[in-house]
Protein backbone atom coordinates (compact mmCIF):
# COMPACT_ATOMS: atom_id res chain seq x y z
CA UNK A 1 0.00 0.00 0.00
CA UNK A 2 2.86 2.42 0.37
CA UNK A 3 3.68 2.76 -3.40
CA UNK A 4 -0.55 4.15 -3.78
CA UNK A 5 0.14 6.44 -1.02
CA UNK A 6 2.66 7.83 -3.11
CA UNK A 7 0.44 8.79 -5.89
CA UNK A 8 -2.56 10.20 -3.57
CA UNK A 9 -3.85 13.35 -5.55
CA UNK A 10 -3.70 16.14 -2.73
CA UNK A 11 -7.21 16.82 -3.78
CA UNK A 12 -8.32 13.85 -2.16
CA UNK A 13 -6.98 14.73 0.71
CA UNK A 14 -8.23 17.79 1.32
CA UNK A 15 -12.01 16.46 0.33
CA UNK A 16 -11.37 13.63 2.84
CA UNK A 17 -10.42 16.15 5.58
CA UNK A 18 -13.46 18.43 4.71
CA UNK A 19 -15.66 15.18 4.99
CA UNK A 20 -14.45 13.97 8.09
CA UNK A 21 -15.46 17.84 9.78
CA UNK A 22 -11.74 19.52 10.26
CA UNK A 23 -11.93 23.10 9.97
CA UNK A 24 -10.15 24.91 6.83
CA UNK A 25 -7.41 26.50 8.85
CA UNK A 26 -6.54 23.02 9.98
CA UNK A 27 -6.98 21.79 6.19
CA UNK A 28 -4.86 24.71 5.47
CA UNK A 29 -2.25 23.68 7.66
CA UNK A 30 -2.11 20.40 6.47
CA UNK A 31 -2.12 21.44 2.85
CA UNK A 32 1.07 23.81 3.23
CA UNK A 33 2.83 20.82 5.51
CA UNK A 34 2.54 18.52 1.89
CA UNK A 35 2.66 20.84 -0.53
CA UNK A 36 6.04 22.91 0.72
CA UNK A 37 8.24 20.47 0.05
CA UNK A 38 11.03 19.87 -1.88
CA UNK A 39 13.33 16.57 -3.02
CA UNK A 40 16.79 16.84 -3.90
CA UNK A 41 18.43 13.45 -5.30
CA UNK A 42 22.31 12.82 -4.09
CA UNK A 43 23.53 10.85 -7.51
CA UNK A 44 27.03 9.24 -7.68
CA UNK A 45 27.38 12.52 -5.51
CA UNK A 46 25.98 14.87 -7.28
CA UNK A 47 22.85 16.61 -5.91
CA UNK A 48 19.91 16.94 -8.16
CA UNK A 49 18.25 20.55 -8.84
CA UNK A 50 15.56 20.52 -6.56
CA UNK A 51 11.62 19.07 -7.44
CA UNK A 52 8.67 20.08 -6.28
CA UNK A 53 5.92 16.97 -5.88
CA UNK A 54 2.52 17.52 -6.88
CA UNK A 55 1.23 14.19 -4.71
CA UNK A 56 1.84 11.57 -2.34
CA UNK A 57 2.22 11.34 1.26
CA UNK A 58 6.16 10.96 2.35
CA UNK A 59 7.33 8.06 4.28
CA UNK A 60 8.73 9.63 7.95
CA UNK A 61 6.47 12.70 8.18
CA UNK A 62 5.11 12.78 11.67
CA UNK A 63 1.59 13.65 9.84
CA UNK A 64 1.60 10.81 7.33
CA UNK A 65 0.30 7.57 9.76
CA UNK A 66 -2.74 10.10 10.09
CA UNK A 67 -3.11 11.06 6.65
CA UNK A 68 -2.72 7.05 5.78
CA UNK A 69 -5.59 6.10 7.93
CA UNK A 70 -7.40 8.95 6.09
CA UNK A 71 -6.99 7.55 2.86
CA UNK A 72 -7.26 4.26 4.23
CA UNK A 73 -11.03 5.09 5.09
CA UNK A 74 -11.38 6.52 1.78
CA UNK A 75 -10.60 2.65 0.21
CA UNK A 76 -13.04 1.35 2.88
CA UNK A 77 -15.57 3.50 1.70
CA UNK A 78 -15.35 2.11 -1.57
CA UNK A 79 -15.74 -1.53 -0.44
CA UNK A 80 -18.64 -0.71 0.85
CA UNK A 81 -19.93 0.95 -2.07
CA UNK A 82 -18.35 -2.13 -3.66
CA UNK A 83 -20.69 -4.67 -1.59
CA UNK A 84 -23.69 -2.27 -2.08
CA UNK A 85 -24.16 -1.63 -5.56
CA UNK A 86 -21.84 -4.77 -7.11
CA UNK A 87 -22.86 -7.50 -5.02
CA UNK A 88 -19.64 -7.72 -3.64
CA UNK A 89 -20.10 -10.09 -0.38
CA UNK A 90 -17.64 -10.70 2.77
CA UNK A 91 -16.91 -13.88 4.70
CA UNK A 92 -18.96 -14.44 7.81
CA UNK A 93 -16.98 -16.65 10.44
CA UNK A 94 -20.50 -17.64 11.87
CA UNK A 95 -24.03 -17.68 10.65
CA UNK A 96 -25.60 -15.23 12.98
CA UNK A 97 -22.01 -12.85 12.69
CA UNK A 98 -21.77 -9.58 10.15
CA UNK A 99 -19.46 -10.33 7.12
CA UNK A 100 -16.02 -8.90 6.75
CA UNK A 101 -15.00 -7.73 3.67
CA UNK A 102 -11.66 -6.64 4.38
CA UNK A 103 -8.89 -5.71 6.98
CA UNK A 104 -6.78 -3.01 7.26
CA UNK A 105 -3.19 -3.92 9.32
CA UNK A 106 -0.55 -1.56 9.60
CA UNK A 107 0.43 -1.48 6.16
CA UNK A 108 -1.22 -3.90 4.57
CA UNK A 109 -4.90 -4.78 3.55
CA UNK A 110 -6.65 -7.97 3.34
CA UNK A 111 -9.82 -8.87 1.11
CA UNK A 112 -12.36 -11.54 2.24
CA UNK A 113 -14.21 -12.93 -0.47
CA UNK A 114 -15.93 -15.78 -2.08
CA UNK A 115 -14.11 -16.79 -4.34
CA UNK A 116 -16.10 -16.23 -7.97
CA UNK A 117 -16.03 -14.29 -11.05
CA UNK A 118 -18.56 -11.51 -9.96
CA UNK A 119 -16.75 -10.88 -6.75
CA UNK A 120 -13.40 -10.11 -8.56
CA UNK A 121 -15.24 -8.04 -11.06
CA UNK A 122 -16.64 -6.57 -7.70
CA UNK A 123 -13.67 -5.75 -6.00
CA UNK A 124 -11.88 -4.36 -9.49
CA UNK A 125 -14.64 -2.02 -8.94
CA UNK A 126 -14.28 -0.67 -6.03
CA UNK A 127 -10.61 -0.36 -6.38
CA UNK A 128 -11.75 1.37 -9.45
CA UNK A 129 -13.57 3.78 -7.66
CA UNK A 130 -10.70 4.40 -5.59
CA UNK A 131 -8.59 4.91 -7.87
CA UNK A 132 -10.98 7.89 -9.69
CA UNK A 133 -11.19 9.35 -6.09
CA UNK A 134 -7.38 9.42 -5.40
CA UNK A 135 -5.95 10.05 -8.85
Known sequence: MEKA?????WEFIEAILHHYGFLDRVIGLILKCLN???IRFNINGTISDSIVPSRGIRQGDPLSPYLFLL???????????G?????????????????VSH?????????FST????ACRSI????????????
Open 5 to 9: FDKVE
Open 36 to 38: TVT
Open 71 to 81: CSKGLSAAFRL
Open 83 to 99: EKYFGFKGISISRNATP
Open 103 to 111: LFLADDFLI
Open 115 to 118: ASQQ
Open 124 to 135: REAFDIYKLATG
